[in-house]
């Protein structure tokens, strides 16, 4: 499976804020973008005005490394948003949050979506009673996501569940028997992430 293995932190310090790769670390003064919050590379520091295809670039790199997409993921996403009733950017951030290590992350099985995606291909979670380790492997309504009884005993899940993170509507939980649910899609004001959809489908319609 294809993979990004370069450096996380440089990726916050290129879209010139946090993107919370990282965990709990990224709420440290260790994170490095608290440290060098000007762009990697020799000219990082030396400020730089976009054009309107730069500013596009960047809003797309941006939703593609939060949910940790690779380019022809990316654009697989777009594509089958596009042929989709309603609007095309909100349904492409749909498609991203409806992903199973997205799931998983957002009910708290894991400090960062990289954590989660790690859980699901370990083999970690079943959904409607099957095992499923394909990270991008696409949730519906109704489905129920439960971690398996040889992973409960680990203390990686048991502090999972000591410290439960507050759930977007669009899911529920069962603490004590370490599941989740489905229960709608989630709408644009559900998805909290830092993006600009419109700029996006702006730059796939060129």
Known sequence: MARY???TCRLCRREGMKLFLKGDRCYTDKCAFVRRSYAPGQHGAAK???SNYGVQLREKQKARRIYGVLEG????????????RGITGENLLKLLEMRLDNVVYRLGYGASRAEARQLVT???FLVNGKK????SYKVSVNDEILVTEKSRGTEKFKTFIENPKTLPKWLEANVENYSGKVIAEPSREDIDVPVNETL??????K
């Open 5 to 7: 293995t370069g450096a």
């Open 48 to 50: 730089k005005k976009l």
């Open 73 to 84: 993921q990316f654009r697989t996403y777009y594509e089958k948003a596009d042929n989709m």
């Open 122 to 124: 370990h083999g970690h």
């Open 132 to 135: 499923v380790d394909i990270a």
């Open 200 to 205: 996006i489908v702006e730059l796939y319609s």
